[in-house]
Nanobody
Framework: QVQLVESGGGLVQPGGSLRLSCAAS????????MGWYRQAPGKQRELVAR????????NYADSVKGRFTISRDNAKRTVYLQMTSLEPEGTAVYCC?????????WGQGAQVTISS
């Protein structure tokens, strides 16, 4: 059974930082690219960042380039999203995803609220 479990969400002030984690089980983690998405209230889900299986390739949404960093620890079967210089517009539920075999799997999401 594939499980992706996010953690690290919370309330942070504008300009602050937060690190999200996504722990994976039930997949051959070091073969799977991983991604972070977010969905704000009333908006469509959008890709935030993706990272290749070996962690040597990644890509980011233009809105987060230079502020967010995606990384992974294959030994811990975990992918991270380090977020800095957070903006109120970044308030959303952040989910990790992966493709394993023919299927896409999602975590339950972590709420990130950026507010003073």
């Amino acid at each position: 059974q594939v499980q992706l479990v996010e953690s690290g969400g919370g309330l942070v002030q504008p300009g602050g930082s937060l690190r999200l984690s996504c722990a994976a089980s039930g997949i051959i983690f070091n073969l799977c690219p991983m991604g972070w998405y977010r969905q704000a209230p009333g908006k469509q889900r959008e890709l935030v960042a993706r990272i290749g299986a070996l962690g040597t390739t990644n890509n980011y949404a233009d809105s987060v380039k230079g502020r967010f960093t995606i990384s992974r620890d294959n030994a811990k079967r975990t992918v991270y999203l380090q977020m800095t210089s957070l903006e109120p517009e970044g308030t959303a539920v952040y989910c990790c995803d992966t493709v394993f075999g023919r299927d896409t799997y999602w975590g339950q999401g972590a709420q990130v609220t950026i507010s003073s």
